[in-house]
């Protein structure tokens, strides 16, 4: 698995944008006063000093950015929300293609070279099992699944 940080800003973005970059624009040009994205669009714009990561979203700092706090050490309880990357099979894929798959995937995120180009997007490469990343998509489903009845979210 592959994540990749957000960072958070004080207020809620009073109107959507089609994308992030739209979104940068909009705090950048002062039309918006914040910005909940991943870190990998905006960490240039954090280091040179355009833009100001209040802090992360991720269970721990990230090592891109110590300084910035999470959300819990800011005072917001159980506020992890992650953007992730992973590698999924159709069900029903025999064990041994899946296992094949798996190590040749975790071979691939253990080269330096490929851990090199994510850590120019500002992503964490995890490698792991496939029960592993079943448990973690599980555990998200369940998360979200909650979030949305308790916000009466509903699909249209």
Not at 46 to 59: K, P, Q, T, Y
Not at 118 to 133: D, I, N, T, W, Y
Not at 139 to 156: D, G
Request: positive net charge.
């Amino acid at each position: 698995m592959i994540r990749r940080t957000i960072f958070h800003s004080s207020a809620l973005i009073p109107k959507p944008y089609k994308g992030a970059a739209d979104a940068v624009t909009g705090v950048l040009g002062g039309q918006v006063q914040m910005f909940f994205g991943d870190i990998g669009g905006v960490l240039a714009l954090v280091r040179e000093g355009a833009l100001r990561a209040l802090a992360v979203s991720s269970e721990t700092r990230n090592a891109f950015l110590p300084d910035v706090p999470t959300m819990m050490e800011s005072g917001v309880p159980d506020y992890v929300v992650l953007t992730y990357i992973g590698v999924v099979a159709p069900a029903g894929t025999p064990q041994g293609i899946v296992s094949k798959l798996n190590s040749a995937t975790n071979e691939s995120l253990a080269s330096p070279q490929v851990a090199a180009a994510f850590a120019k997007l500002g992503a964490e490469v995890r490698p792991g099992s496939p029960q592993a990343f079943a448990a973690f998509l599980a555990a998200e489903t369940q998360k979200w699944s909650q979030v949305a009845r308790t916000a009466n979210i509903k699909l249209e």
